[in-house]
């Protein structure tokens, strides 16, 4: 997960940890007070320093979002291109996505070992970047999930209640 912040902007805090055994075997609602995603049913989220974590039962691969909000005024275009730039000017494909209350785009690569795919997404002052990889012998195995969850992105706090 990348730890670099873009410039211009603050890191988020992330709700508190939850126990997430207590919830119900139907998808819950993570995220923090700026956006919210419904987790996949039987994928356990994580709460770590730099990202929130969704790791599937299999454990192929993982889903990983961290937010940022910029200081004065909206995350636009070009703050999404600036934060991708790397990628970019590597020759990664790009791909404009609506995902839930967000937009921006979707960056695909292989490295040696992994597919990665990477969301680069605004709402407001919110830039969230969202990765998923997993080995290439498994690339495809899991995108149907985890574009469902993305699709369930919603601006605002992480609510009580389940998906639905």
Known sequence: MRRLRPAGFVDLGRVPARDRATLPSMAH???????SLACPKGWR??????CLSLVPPS???ALQLSSHVKKGGPVDDADLLEFAADHIGA???????????????EITYDT????????YLRKSKTLLYATYSCHLAQRGSEDEVVERAL???RAGPVGDGAEG
């Open 29 to 35: 609602r993570v995220g923090n007070e700026h956006w």
């Open 45 to 50: 989220s994580k709460d770590e320093p730099d």
């Open 59 to 61: 454990e192929v691969g």
């Open 91 to 105: 020759g990664a494909p790009r791909r404009d996505v609506r995902l839930g209350d967000f937009t921006g785009f």
């Open 112 to 119: 040696d070992a992994f597919a990665c795919r990477e969301w």
């Open 151 to 153: 699709v369930s992105l």
